[in-house]
């Protein structure tokens, strides 16, 4: 399979670091996603038909102004007209055409088959995202910007962490100014710290052309990037109110052109860029959601495509994002739930906290707007960890909180089972009118695994016991696993050989020696 | 109204008290609940069927043990049958005719009527709750007993949080030993502290009989508190599995006879005192609830009760409580969805946090919990604020954290609006073909208010702004607001004679001058 065949010699050095790596007690956590049995439905069936029709009539009247000229080329032969204003009009039938041939589901490949899984409207996956130009310094509390080694150290934390499915980086590396460089070395840093499907956006599309053939490096060979993409580009092609971004169209063109599956994302902020009546922003997030569809679909029938309706909150005082708020946890749900009612896989941003810190604030805004997007059955909730300061900030310690959190939220989406076993009469019977309590009963020991989760950096311990355990809150727990995990965990995902190529050919900036943690 | 009518001769001091608390910029908050418009259901129709039936089959051939004599006769006259083991066997059509007549809505007095609402499922009203027998030190990281000033405490700063509609007392007054004199100061300091419906558990149902004229002279004069029954009883019937608790039946009874609302509890603990099956958690708890709520009917047809059906969780490492899980998230929300599929008044209790500390994990553990039993529409979330350690403890400043929180779930509760206005077409096209951002419409002003809420603790300012006032957690800015409100709000809720009067009658511990913040 791999046509760069790793060495087999390895320094003294190396094999002490690998040694270190697979010594550590933390695992390498991946856990398929879940099925959403337990489902949060804000919208009926009759509004989602109304949202619908609204988004139909928007891009058969008002249409997308900006689109590129191979785009245009290629939607007008479809079907498509374009008005004297250049705003390229979207035919009812033929949006409903592509919607009904998009792909429904496909494989999200992981850099080894261990870590795929299917993309699938109900299949909750959890995935990072964000693009923050600062991390948390949660001892000092104070932000500092970003770099490329906090996205490695992101990757790697995140490869450790079994309730995240996918990586998108979560932070942008300030450290590096050129758009080329800043791309290639983004990729490279995700793709050494873990061996999940990992994403990210690209600046341009002839960026993306150049980036394919380290992309085919890092997945064994040319063509082999096609075969088992392992990266997804996050494409925003739309710049609301219903006009296209150029830049990005290109980008997914690009895309199409190299099998890369593509997140087309529209991010319409209510209040702003959108109405400020929700189901409007909702309208026209899905009006701009598949007009990208559409357009892909155009480019290449059945192109991976996970639907990307980003909606998104003004403060209305200030005008500014703000993204921990109700609103916010409805529009991202209502968001999902439209996925679920068109049956393409959908991608919601959520957990994107306005608190500055890993605090109680944190807590509930994350929890509401995730479980939320989540249990509305989507499939993907994108920014679901680490994410702070209406995503202007990134936390490690929120990372493994809220890693924390999403298992709590899986649990739930998998809901109660009911069944003649589970309903437990003939058990109930028995305890009440035998021993009077149910810790012994064989029912209790046989599900003691299956039913229940037993949480890890969350506490359970008695008053006392905690008191005498130093009286720690989640956040210091969160520090020391982060410290831990980032002191020992260097995990080699990318082979010498194939590194050795992919320096020769691109501007890497991560040392060998940063991937081995020599400078640790 | 009043029989006891408040006398005009005040003296300077308490004059100077009265101006201090109107003076306070502390508002007074009460809101009506909010009707549920976007629903969580974890079960489908035909799974609350399958859990009624097999709930009726255990009321039908097992039965509850330890019926008090009063309760077996109503119900031997009613159509149920004593077993040769003394369990109380209820007819399935006998409890589906009693469930059938039960009251499905009534109101809920405070002791003024600007403060009443209307229980019914589908409702959303939040409460406090709870028997915590500590108070969390939060500066000091220790918990310290609870006290008869700290319930004092908790209900005025509970009488000025918006989101809380009810106020049951969520400590035990630990400093008071005599059983009745701590259910007559646990009512008569509730009363003090807020005019909000109020509720408590009473030790016997003597004590309850005791205390009707002193509930009289609050409600202002003799039969007044049956006319406007200001306080419920939570009576914990059942002893699980499957028996009743006799000297709560006993309360249960006198509180029938004296007209007061009861919270008809019942416990069961997954994988102790109920299955580790959730669903047949659920079964049993359903039985159970309807063998209370069925007594109750026999007793007083129709008599105002909440469905209490409180499904607890075990830590299967450990058997003891664990408040905080995502297994008790799905058992409340199951309760609540099982309480509006009766169409009866529910209660579950919900936001009780297995942590310490009112940090990340409090957040996301009480997010989860109470948004996903508000939202399942039975009606009442009980301990939706202010509780931690599984209960155990209580803190002022979680109060104020988790009313925040509630009044996000509130928004969540009231879903979008759909309609042909809020679809906004026009209002795209507008702004798309025109100034390219809608932050000036007109319909972003008028939705300003009604659309959108702004949080008053939960922090929303850039990392910069945040850094320069102070980069402060949302605990630490709790405990400003609880200082600021336990220093200045004494809302003299009991007129002086009319606490005279009950002074007269009753071992009132609580000096005048604590009322009065005299002491502070």
Redesign the interface.
């Known amino acids: 399979m791999n046509a760069f065949a790793p060495s087999t010699r390895q320094s003294a050095r190396h094999k002490r670091r690998s040694q270190r790596a697979t010594n550590t007690d933390t695992k390498t956590g991946f856990v398929p996603g879940t099925l959403i049995?337990?489902?949060?439905?804000?919208?009926s069936d009759a509004?989602l038909e109304?949202?619908h029709r609204?988004a139909l009539?928007?891009l058969e009247?008002?249409g997308m102004?900006n689109a590129t000229s191979r785009v245009a080329d290629v939607a007008l032969e479809c079907g498509c007209t374009l008005t004297s204003?250049n705003r390229l009009l979207f035919p009812a039938p033929l949006v409903e055409d592509l919607l009904a041939n998009a792909s429904r589901t496909f494989v999200v490949h992981g850099r080894m088959p261990e870590l795929d899984f299917e993309a699938r409207s109900g299949l909750l996956n959890f995935c990072t995202g964000g693009a923050a130009i600062?991390i948390l310094d949660m001892t000092e509390?104070?932000?500092r910007s970003s770099t490329l080694k906090d996205l490695f150290d992101l990757a790697r934390l995140c490869d450790t962490l079994e309730n995240i499915q996918w990586f998108t980086r979560p932070i942008v590396a300030t450290d590096i100014e050129n758009l080329f460089e800043l791309d290639v070395n983004t990729i490279y840093a995700c793709a050494a710290g873990t061996r999940k499907h990992i994403a990210t956006s690209i600046t341009s599309g002839e960026n993306l052309y150049r980036i394919q053939p380290m992309l085919d490096m890092l997945a064994g060979g040319e063509g082999k990037f096609a075969e088992r993409p392992f990266c997804t580009v996050h494409s925003t092609n739309v710049v609301s109110?219903?006009?296209f971004a150029p830049d990005s169209l290109d980008v997914a063109c690009a895309a199409v052109d190299i099998g890369m599956p593509i997140h087309s994302q529209t991010g319409p902020q209510a209040?702003?860029?959108?109405?400020?009546?929700?189901?409007?922003?909702?309208?026209?997030g899905c009006?701009e959601s598949l007009a990208s569809l559409s357009i892909i679909n155009m480019l290449n029938p059945g192109h991976p495509v996970i639907l990307g309706n980003w909606l998104m909150?003004?403060?209305?005082?200030t005008?500014?994002f703000?993204g921990?708020?109700?609103?916010q946890?409805?529009?991202g749900?209502?968001s999902g739930q439209l996925s679920a009612y068109y049956g393409i896989p959908g991608g919601v941003g959520a957990g994107m906290s306005?608190?500055?810190?890993?605090?109680?604030?944190?807590?509930?805004?994350?929890?509401?707007s995730v479980?939320?997007a989540a249990?509305a059955g989507g499939g993907f909730v994108y920014e679901s960890a680490g994410m702070l300061?209406?995503l202007?900030?990134c936390s490690f310690e929120?990372m493994i909180?809220d890693d924390?959190?999403l298992?709590?939220?899986r649990?739930?989406a998998r809901?109660?089972?009911?069944?003649d076993?589970?309903?437990?009469?003939s058990?109930?019977?028995d305890?009440?009118?035998g021993p009077?309590?149910?810790?012994g009963?064989n029912?209790?020991l046989?599900?003691?695994e299956s039913?229940?989760?037993?949480?890890e950096?969350?506490?359970?311990?008695?008053?006392a016991d905690?008191?005498s355990s130093g009286?720690t809150?989640?956040?210091q727990r969160a520090c020391e696993k982060v410290r831990h995990i980032l002191d020992t965990y260097y995990p080699q995902h990318i082979d010498s050989e194939i590194d050795s190529l992919i320096r020769n050919c691109y501007p890497i900036r991560l040392e060998p020696t940063d991937l081995q943690g020599e400078r640790n």
Chains 1, 2 share one sequence.
């Open positions: 049995q337990s489902e949060f439905k804000p919208l509004q109304k949202i609204a009539d928007l009247n008002l102004a204003e600062s509390r104070v932000y109110p219903m006009s209040g702003a860029t959108a109405p400020a009546a929700l189901a409007g922003t909702l309208v026209q009006a909150v003004s403060d209305l005082r005008g500014a703000s921990g708020g109700p609103e946890a409805l529009l749900a209502a306005d608190s500055k810190l890993p605090d109680s604030q944190a807590g509930f805004e994350k929890a509401l479980a939320l249990l300061g209406s202007l900030g929120s909180i924390e959190m298992s709590y939220i649990r739930i809901g109660i089972e009911v069944n076993e589970t309903l437990s009469v058990v109930v019977k305890s009440a009118t009077g309590h149910f810790l009963h029912q209790t046989e599900l003691m039913e229940y989760g037993y949480p950096t969350a506490d359970r311990k008695t008053p905690w008191q009286a809150d989640i956040g």
